[in-house]
């Protein structure tokens, strides 16, 4: 669906923020394992009290070894329909407006399944950046704010993501792919969170998978 192309982004401020605090999970040494498997390693932390929300600090952590590039990866992880592919979770997402030509910097409604007849589906509104710090280093970064064009709809919770972000960097095995979550789903049981708290970071490896098995796909536009 086409959408249009601001000045500039009126989110721009928490965007920053965001990718100042995936820069300080990424550094942190206060992950625990929680999971290793053939691909995928897992990681948790629990969340700060400076937060709301009592579910866990989540890394993924997986190596695609093809011969792609950066920008392949990173665009990859920016296509919607591809999505619903590799992360069981995501159920659809709308991009509301976008802040430059490249349309690498935007504003996106998201929205995530519920369990049917018990949990609510949620939604999310965000602001996502794709940012490359070299031709081996890049991120996606991805954010709650506030903005007065997607209110709160009946039926869904509106939750909020502290930081959801993508770290892409090549390594001597490949290409190393990081996904780190802090989000506050808003009022799920106990059971579900930490459930969620390893399928979340577990969406790193099928991503991998569905790249080893179809290539890279371009960015929503």
Same mark, same amino acid.
């Given at each position: 669906?086409?959408?249009?192309? =601001? *000045? ?11 990718? *100042? ?43 695609l070894q093809k011969d792609f590039t950066l ?8 296509? =919607? ?108 049981? =106990? ?10 970071? =577990? ?15 371009? *960015?929503?536009?």
């Open positions: 669906m086409p959408f249009s192309v =601001a *000045a500039s982004n009126p989110h721009s401020e928490p965007q920053v923020k965001a990718l *100042a605090y995936l820069k300080e999970l990424e550094a942190s040494t206060a992950f625990n394992l929680a999971t290793k498997g053939n691909k995928t390693t897992i990681y948790t932390m629990p969340p700060p009290s400076t937060h709301e929300g009592n579910m866990p600090i989540t890394k993924g952590q997986c190596v920008d392949q990866v990173l665009d990859s992880l920016r296509n =919607a329909d591809s999505r619903k592919k590799w992360d069981s979770r995501f159920e659809g997402l709308e991009v509301v407006e976008a802040y430059n030509e490249n349309k690498d910097e935007v504003l996106i409604y998201s929205l995530q399944h519920g369990q049917w007849p018990i949990i609510s589906g949620r939604d999310f509104v965000l602001t996502m950046k794709k940012v490359k710090e070299s031709e081996s280093k890049g991120y996606i970064v991805q954010t709650s704010v506030v903005d007065e064009r997607k209110k709160e709809v009946k039926g869904r919770v509106r939750g909020h993501i502290y930081i959801a972000g993508w770290i892409v960097e090549k390594t001597e095995e490949g290409w190393l792919l990081t996904y780190i979550s802090h989000v506050n789903p808003m009022n799920l049981p =106990a059971t579900l969170l930490n459930l969620i708290a390893t399928e979340t970071p =577990a969406c790193v490896g099928t991503f991998v998978s569905f790249l080893e098995k179809n290539g890279p796909v371009a *960015a929503d536009n």
